[in-house]
C-alpha cells in the first residue's frame, strides 16, 4: 500500500492514545452538559476544553496511517488488512447501535422521571456519536496492532509498518 504523504504516520500506541482521548473527551463533554444546570463558568471552561481536544485529536487520528487503512479502497489495501477493516467496521456498528439503544432508553427514562430533553442534547448526542464513528475503526485497527506486537505475533503489525 503506498500511503499518500499527507497523513500521520502515528505509531499504534501514539494512535490508540489519541483516539482513546478524542473519544472520551467527547462523551465527557456531552455528559458533562448536563451538570450545567446553573451558573458553573468553570465547568464550562473544562467542557469546551474537552470538545475542542476531543475535535482536534479526531482531525489528527482521522489523517493517521490507521484511518487510511480504515477508509482506503479495497484495491488499496492487501487482504489481510481487509479482513480487520470489515471487523472494525462490524466492531463500529456494534458500537453505534449501542450507543443509540443507550441513549433512546436513557432519555425515556430521565423524561419519565419528569426531566424534559431539549432538542439540543438530541443534536448533542448525534454530533458526538457521529464524531466518534469517524475515528472508532481507526481506534479498533491500532488497539489490535498493539495487542498483536504485545504478543510478539511477527507479521502481523498493519498500517504503521508500511509505507
Not at 458553573?40 to 479526531?58: A, H, K, M, N, Q
Not at 433512546?104 to 432538542?119: A, C, H, Q
Request: aromatic share 12%; glycine share 6%; charged share 15%.
Amino acid at each position: 500500500m503506498k500511503l499518500p504523504a499527507h497523513y500521520f504516520r502515528f505509531s499504534p500506541m501514539t494512535t490508540l492514545k489519541l483516539s482513546t482521548l478524542a473519544i472520551v473527551g467527547l462523551w465527557c463533554w456531552f455528559l458533562g452538559k448536563f451538570f450545567l444546570w446553573e451558573d458553573r463558568p468553570g465547568l464550562l471552561v473544562v467542557l469546551s476544553l474537552c470538545l475542542l481536544g476531543g475535535t482536534i485529536l479526531s482531525i489528527l487520528v482521522f489523517v493517521s496511517t490507521y484511518s487510511f487503512v480504515a477508509n482506503a479502497p479495497e484495491n488499496q489495501i492487501d487482504e489481510r488488512e481487509l479482513a480487520l477493516r470489515n471487523r472494525a467496521y462490524s466492531r463500529t456498528v456494534q458500537y453505534v447501535v449501542v450507543c443509540l439503544l443507550v441513549g433512546l432508553f436513557g432519555s425515556e427514562f430521565v423524561e419519565r422521571r419528569g426531566v424534559v430533553l431539549v432538542p439540543t442534547v438530541f443534536q448533542n448526542f448525534l454530533l458526538c456519536l457521529m464524531i466518534t464513528t469517524l475515528i472508532v475503526p481507526s481506534w479498533l485497527l491500532a488497539r489490535w496492532d498493539v495487542d498483536a506486537s504485545d504478543e510478539d505475533a511477527p507479521g502481523v503489525r498493519g498500517a504503521s509498518q508500511k509505507t
